[in-house]
Structure formats: structure tokens, C-alpha cells
T-cell receptor
């Protein structure tokens, strides 16, 4: 069991650029979640996949955010036209049931 | 609106004493409740959950939590704190009919030697 991995671990980008993050879940987990976490806050739900289907998406998620899980395995989260307010830790979690297993996160800094 | 609250930003307890980290929630439908722990420079780790059944649930590292429906609470407890329990603790809730989880703002637990 190699756990949930995320790539890259850190990303610095300029405002207006697009960024893409990757998440590799635990192999037997069919459920995958993306969260955003800022300093002093708990993780904020962004979206949920069951296999390749995106079943739930936060209303807070703007049109600049999109996520995919094309074959029900790894997932990508893309942010277009980044803004300074997008600076945060982006967490991925996978699950086979109720409890989630989190990756180490990708820290995004928008300058 | 659905919500979860952790009223204490920080809890200090002496090693060997019992500890309690508080969590209350407000959701429509049946709640599913969770505790996670975050150690410095490490990812969130699952501690325990309540889905249904016995109101007292036991989890990793000697932690337990009690689901109280009338008080809409799910406080985390441990009979005897260790210095190594010092970390950031998050309560989370999901409710029937959704896959979305809401996390609290976290409580920093400091166990003093």
C-alpha cells in the first residue's frame, strides 16, 4: 500500500497562468475527493468522483476549476487563469468506504 | 445550512490527564461523523468514525468519541494524554444523501510534559 500521492508537491505560478495537479489514489479505492485548505481552516470540499464519474461539485467552485478522472484511477485538477486568492494547499483523498485517506497535498502559490 | 464547529482553537492538557476535544454539528438527515489528525509536515490521518450503532466509538492510538444526538456533538476523548498526541485535530461530518464532507476549523492539542 503506497498511499495517496500528489504531484507536484509545490507549485509557484504567476497570476493568469493555468496549473494542473495530479492525484494517484490508493489502487483499490473507487472514491476520490479534492479539497482546498488555507491557513487556519479545515479542508474545504471541491469535488467528488466515484470511479470516473464526477458525482458532486461544490457550488463554491468557479468555472476556472475543472477536474477529471478519465479511467477511474488517477485524477487531475486544473485551475485556469489563476488568481492570488487561489493560493492554498490542494488535497486529494481516496476512499473505499466512509473514511478517507489523504495525500500530502500540493501547495500552490500565485504571485 | 450544514455546518460543523470546533469551539476551541487550542486545548492544553498535562501528560497523563484525560483530554477532550469538542465538536458540534448541524446537518439535515443522519450524520456520519469523523475525526482526523494532522501532525506537522504530514497529511491528514483518519482516527475514528461514527456511522450507526453504538454511540461510543473507539479508534486509533487509544482515542474514542461519543455521538450524542440530542446535543448534536461528537467529542473526541482519551483517558490519558501523551506528549506525542500533540497535533491538529479536525472533526468532519457528512450526511445522508450526499458525498460531501464538511470539516471544522481544527483544534490544536498541546500535551505538556
Amino acid at each position: 500500500d503506497t498511499g495517496v500521492s500528489q504531484d507536484p508537491r509545490h507549485k509557484i505560478t504567476k497570476r493568469g497562468q493555468n496549473v494542473t495537479f495530479r492525484c494517484d489514489p490508493i489502487s483499490e479505492h473507487n472514491r476520490l475527493y479534492w479539497y482546498r485548505q488555507t491557513l487556519g481552516q479545515g479542508p474545504e470540499f471541491l469535488t467528488y468522483f466515484q470511479n470516473e464519474a464526477q458525482l458532486e461539485k461544490s457550488r463554491l467552485l468557479s468555472d476556472r476549476f475543472s477536474a477529471e478522472r478519465p479511467k477511474g484511477s488517477f485524477s487531475t485538477l486544473e485551475i485556469q487563469r489563476t488568481e492570488q486568492g487561489d493560493s492554498a494547499m490542494y488535497l486529494c483523498a481516496s476512499s473505499a468506504s466512509y473514511e478517507q485517506y489523504f495525500g500530502p497535498g500540493t501547495r500552490l502559490t500565485v504571485t | 445550512a450544514q455546518s460543523v464547529a470546533q469551539p476551541e482553537d487550542q486545548v492544553n492538557v498535562a501528560e497523563g490527564n484525560p483530554l477532550t476535544v469538542k465538536c458540534t454539528y448541524s446537518v439535515s438527515g443522519n450524520p456520519y461523523l469523523f475525526w482526523y489528525v494532522q501532525y506537522p509536515n504530514r497529511g491528514l490521518q483518519f482516527l475514528l468514525k461514527y456511522i450507526t450503532g453504538d454511540n461510543l466509538v473507539k479508534g486509533s492510538y487509544g482515542f474514542e468519541a461519543e455521538f450524542n444526538k440530542s446535543q448534536t456533538s461528537f467529542h473526541l476523548k482519551k483517558p490519558s494524554a501523551l506528549v506525542s498526541d500533540s497535533a491538529l485535530y479536525f472533526c468532519a461530518v457528512r450526511w445522508s444523501g450526499t458525498y460531501k464532507y464538511i470539516f471544522g476549523t481544527g483544534t490544536r492539542l498541546k500535551v505538556l510534559a
